[in-house]
Every structure is written in C-alpha cells, then in structure tokens.
C-alpha cells in the first residue's frame, strides 16, 4: 500500500521556523521526484517545490523562495520542508505528492501549518 505521512506542522509566530517531514511506503521513493503542495482556506492548491529523485535539483515557487528548502534522505524515505520566516500568508495545509512516474500525484493527509501572532 503507497503511504505518504506529513508531520511536523504547528502554530508559530510570524518569523518563526518549522520543518516538516513526510515518509513514504509502498513504493521506490529514491526513483522519484517528490514536491510539497499547499493548500489555504478558500483557496486552490498551490505547488511550493519539487525535488529530483536523487535530491540534486530543487525547485521553488517565488513566493517561498530564499525562505523555504526542500531535502530528502533515500536512504531513510523521507522528504523534508526546512520552513523559514514564516509569514501569515504560509498559512495552509501542507501535503507532500508524488511528482513523478505511475503514481504522480499521489499526496498524504497533510500537515496544518498556522502562522499567527
């Protein structure tokens, strides 16, 4: 059974940091690309980076770029979002999603992250 489980979300102040964590099952994690999607209330899915399969390419979306840092560890099946300088507007559910081959698009439960003061 293909799992992806988000972790590491939570309630911060604005400037804050968070590191959320998503480990996969179920299939070859090393042989795919990986990325992490946003979600806001009353708003559309919004990608925030993608990763290559051997973590040797990242890419972010401008508005998370310079604060935000997308890793992964094969050995361990885990992908990793390094969240920086939190702003209010980061607010949304965080999802991590298959971003390559036969089961792209494939995402987890999520993880809430709230930024508030």
């Known amino acids: 059974e293909v799992q992806l489980v988000e972790s590491g979300g939570g309630l911060v102040q604005p400037g804050e940091s968070l590191r959320l964590s998503c480990v996969a099952s179920?299939?070859?994690?090393?042989?795919?690309?990986m990325q992490w999607v946003r979600q806001a209330p009353g708003k559309g899915r919004e990608w925030v980076s993608t990763?290559?399969?051997?973590?040797?390419?990242?890419y972010y979306a401008d508005a998370v770029k310079g604060r935000f840092s997308i890793s992964r560890d094969n050995a361990k099946n885990t992908l990793y979002l390094q969240l920086n300088s939190l702003m209010p507007e980061d607010t949304a559910m965080y999802y991590c999603?298959?971003?390559?081959?036969?089961?792209?698009?494939?995402r987890g439960q999520g993880t809430q992250v709230t930024v508030s003061s």
């Open positions: 999603s298959v971003g390559s081959g036969m089961l792209v698009g494939t």
């Open positions: 179920g299939f070859t994690f090393s042989r795919v690309s």
């Open positions: 990763i290559a399969s051997g973590g040797d390419k990242t």
